[in-house]
């Protein structure tokens, strides 16, 4: 944005909004660098059974260790990749890794059977071919598709509805699953609940952050639990990082939990190595708070 003198005329110069421009450049170039150059790396975070306290899926997320900066974190390169459309390729990539990654898993545990999400940007949704992409990574991958889960935010929902449904439709017609991501965040009715081939809602962060154990401050996320209840979705709580929360979502008939208090994201050999313990273990062994 052009700053303002104090007459009112824009500055001909300002020194750091064409410092921030240059950045944004570079870091452009260095994200299409790493998109096509295998830069990118994908990590894992377990979700578990809230009842049963079993692993029962992944959620994977996108890395991206840069040489100087460190790791990038994905709420800063995602919206990058989508202004620029390196998001079809960075997302393909994410996908096919999370297959083939899937279906070793699979291999190694046939009777874990982990569910797999995969977060799925609104740009490439908005693709033709999108479904035949995903047809594509399961064909290659030979992952079954009733192992994929494809997470998406209500927004992506709002947008281009009909041809969003016909992508939707050619999923659920393949037997992938759909999951609603960030759910109670986005500002629209619930009407696309009814339109839209939906299997999962994943409780934002932000409402598991305030459950405190009293009546009325959960009545929120009880609310969205009774929710999927009465529409027969899965309910997954995000960002469950203390005992109290556990033992909150558990009351209100959460059916899932993810967060820091299970595991943050790793790398793919620590599930590997999680599935390994849980094979042999009584599940109420897992940390189940
Ligand atoms: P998300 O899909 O809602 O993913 C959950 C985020 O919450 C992840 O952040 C995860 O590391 C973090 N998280 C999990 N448990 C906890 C917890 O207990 N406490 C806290 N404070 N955070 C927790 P991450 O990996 O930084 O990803 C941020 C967002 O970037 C994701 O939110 C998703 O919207 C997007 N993203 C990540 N990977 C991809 C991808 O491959 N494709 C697309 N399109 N978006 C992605
Ligand atoms: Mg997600
Ligand atoms: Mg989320
Ligand atoms: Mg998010």
């Not at 996108?62 to 790791?71: L, Q």
């Not at 401050?217 to 009880?222: I, K, N, R, T, Y």
């Not at 929360?245 to 820091?260: F, I, N, P, S």
């Amino acid at each position: 944005q052009a700053k303002e003198r104090q007459d009112g005329e824009p500055a001909l110069y300002d020194p750091s909004m064409h410092s921030s421009l240059v950045e944004r450049l570079a870091l452009e170039a260095e994200l299409r660098k790493a998109v096509t150059d295998q830069g990118l790396q994908v990590h894992y975070q377990p979700t578990y059974g809230i009842h049963d306290g079993e692993l029962a899926g992944v959620e994977a997320l996108v890395r991206w260790p840069h040489p100087e900066r460190g790791m990038i974190p994905p709420d800063v390169f995602i919206p990058l990749a989508e202004q620029t459309g390196l998001i079809h390729e960075l997302g393909r990539f994410v996908l096919r890794e999370a297959c083939f990654q899937g279906r070793e898993w699979a291999t190694l545990s046939p009777s874990t059977a982990l569910s797999i999400g995969v977060n799925v940007s609104g740009k490439q949704l908005q693709r033709r071919d999108f479904a035949g992409e995903v047809s594509q990574a399961l064909a290659d991958s030979g992952l079954s598709a009733e192992h994929l889960v494809l997470e998406m935010t209500e927004s992506v929902l709002m947008n281009d509805t009909e041809s969003t449904l016909r992508t939707l439709e050619a999923l659920k017609a393949m037997g992938v699953r759909i999951a609603i991501d960030d759910f109670g965040t986005g500002y629209s009715s619930l009407s696309y609940l009814h339109r839209f081939p939906v299997d999962i809602l994943k409780i934002d962060r932000s409402f598991v952050e305030r459950l405190s154990g009293t009546d009325a401050e959960d009545s929120l996320v009880q609310s969205i639990v009774q929710l999927g209840q009465t529409l027969q979705l899965e309910t997954i709580a995000e960002g469950i990082e203390e005992p109290g929360q556990l033992l909150a979502l558990r009351r209100l008939g959460c059916t899932m939990a993810q967060g820091y208090h299970f595991g943050r994201p790793g790398p793919a050999d620590v599930v590997s190595r999680l599935m390994v313990e849980s094979a042999g273990q009584p599940a109420a062994a897992v940390p189940a708070g």
